[in-house]
């Protein structure tokens, strides 16, 4: 008996080494989607090895980038990163091949080169499975001889901040002193000491955002923050968070009519608002304009938006702004463009992703100097952005009714639809709002829109999920359910698409 379990310990171990060894000379075939690589956390351990290095061969040996082990918005199983460049943003897209090449490579193809001056800031958020891909990171970052900088669990605004710091001088970042010091006192140079108190819950998804919440309490003139859904309170992003409550319009888990709330998402790097028995949501457009409103009075500002921005917020911006741009989805796209107009630019994706720039940083309107430095000037900040709302609401002295009464949305509806392959979806470079292939989808959109008053919709394959997003909206919302119904049976129809849809 006692040969027996021996020799079958003996072929299981065989059996996990050959297909460990497989793994390693094939790796999957991953993508450098709208944020980076984004997986089944399973698929992605060939992957984190082949990012270390190859931020380190990003920061030329002599610069600091960064690695954010998180996937976001995405359920707990999935797991990713996103990849911080020298200037704290987002990999600059022309190393997005060179990343899926060296990811997807075999082994033996693995060139590695040294950059002994570099190094890499390695991050993770709160997953299970985040500590050991962060440590596959850190072990492709020591194959190039570069310094590893582990900041541990932060949020991925956090990561991109401690990057540019470094480059910009910092000795070390990684206490993130430096990050909560400027927060606070750039609030509380726009909210003056003695302001009455408001209270604001922050539903943190069950992710590492509570963590910042927990250390700005009791600093912040007039406002309380208390962290709702924290780790271990709440599965990761289910039924809770800034992607939950934008997307399907419902109250987060521990929803608390009667008390202020905001969400964000996984990695703190979304903010959405929400309030009332009926349930109301003021998304990333809503923040836009408010924001654009009040920093428009002091300074030429433009906005730039997805296609997923809602009509009303467009019509309500088009006559407040210098101008107002769009872009296709993801803070690498918009980002940059509101980093080219006017002296401020503002991005903020109707997903609560976004931020304002203050293209003149150095020498911003003396009132609005607080504000560029509140504001994260790498990437979307949802503590951040909590900030600038709180702040603004203050000085106008407005309820979240007040705010949410600059406009009314159009009513409009998002789903989801899972298909064998969404690379068969081809959208347009300019907005990702209209199909080049297949063109009969695309057709069948325009019939189905044209045949609604007031009708939109577009389709587009996911960047950072394996499903197809399709958005619609209309005069009301039983037109805007019905046409995005009718656009996603079109994708299953026209894509061999299965279950898997979600939504409504
Ligand atoms: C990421 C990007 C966002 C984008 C979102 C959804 O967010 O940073 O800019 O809007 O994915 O992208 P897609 O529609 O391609 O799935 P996060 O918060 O998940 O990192």
């Known amino acids: 008996m006692r040969d027996v379990v021996v020799v079958v310990l003996a072929v299981a171990a065989t059996a996990v080494f050959v297909w460990k060894k497989r793994r390693r000379q094939r790796p999957p075939q991953l993508k450098y989607g709208t944020a980076g690589f984004r997986a089944d956390a399973k698929l992605l351990w060939v992957a984190m090895e082949r990012v270390g290095i190859l931020a380190a061969i990003r920061g030329g040996g002599k610069k600091a980038t960064g690695v954010m082990v998180t996937a976001s918005h995405n359920p707990e199983r999935d797991n990713g990163c996103k990849i911080v460049d020298t200037d704290g943003g987002m990999l600059a897209e022309a190393w997005e091949g060179r990343a899926e090449e060296l990811a997807r490579a075999p082994e033996a193809e693995v060139r590695v080169p040294r950059c002994d001056d570099g190094v890499v800031v390695v991050g993770r958020d709160t997953r299970r499975h985040s500590r050991g891909l962060a440590d596959r990171v850190k072990r492709g970052v020591a194959r190039t001889g570069a310094r590893v900088l582990d900041v541990g669990v932060v949020t991925t605004p956090q990561l991109h901040h401690c990057v540019r710091e470094l480059n910009e001088g910092a000795a070390d970042a990684s206490d993130l002193f430096g990050y909560y010091r400027k927060l606070v006192e750039a609030y509380n140079r726009i909210v003056p000491p003695g302001t009455p108190t408001v209270e604001l819950c922050v539903d943190c998804a069950g992710g590492v955002g509570a963590l910042a919440v927990e250390k700005l309490r009791g600093l912040l003139n007039g406002l309380e923050l208390v962290a709702v859904n924290r ?205 080049l292939h297949p063109e009969t989808l695309q057709l069948a959109i325009d019939d189905l829109v044209s045949k609604t008053p007031r009708g939109r919709a577009f389709v587009r394959p996911s960047g950072t999920e394996d499903v197809v997003r399709i958005y619609a909206e209309a005069a009301s919302q039983p037109d805007a359910d019905a046409l995005a119904r009718a656009c996603q049976r079109a994708v299953a129809d026209a894509c061999g698409g299965g279950g898997g849809g979600g939504g409504i």
């Not at 309500?316 to 080219?340: C, E, I, N, P």
């Not at 020498?363 to 979307?380: D, I, M, T, W, Y």
């Not at 407005?398 to 009464?405: G, K």
Request: charged share 25%; aromatic share 8%; hydrophobic share 40%.
């Open 231 to 435: 780790v271990g309170d709440v599965e990761l992003n289910r039924g809770c968070g800034a992607e939950f409550v934008q997307k399907e319009r419902k109250p987060p888990r521990n929803y608390d009519p009667r008390r202020r709330f905001c969400c964000i998402d996984g990695d703190a790097d979304r903010l959405v608002y929400c309030y009332g028995r009926d349930f109301r949501v003021l998304d990333g457009d809503k923040i836009a304009a408010l924001l654009a409103s009040y920093l428009g009075e002091y300074c030429r500002v433009g906005c730039v938006q997805t296609a997923y921005a809602n009509g009303a917020s467009t019509a309500y911006l088009s006559t407040r702004v210098d101008s107002l741009a769009t872009a296709k989805t993801g803070v690498k796209h918009v980002h940059a463009k509101a980093a080219d107009i006017m002296d401020v630019g503002i991005y903020f994706e109707p997903n609560g992703h976004g931020t304002v720039l203050f293209n003149n940083a150095k020498s911003p309107p003396e009132r609005l100097a607080p504000f560029a430095s509140l504001a994260n000037q790498c990437v979307g900040d949802a503590i951040a952005d909590a900030l600038l709302v709180e702040a603004v609401l203050k000085l106008r002295n407005w309820s979240l009714e007040d705010w949410d009464a600059i406009y009314d949305d159009l009513p409009s509806r998002q789903l989801k639809q899972k298909i064998p392959d969404r690379a068969l979806l081809v959208p347009d470079e300019e907005t990702e709002s209209r199909l």
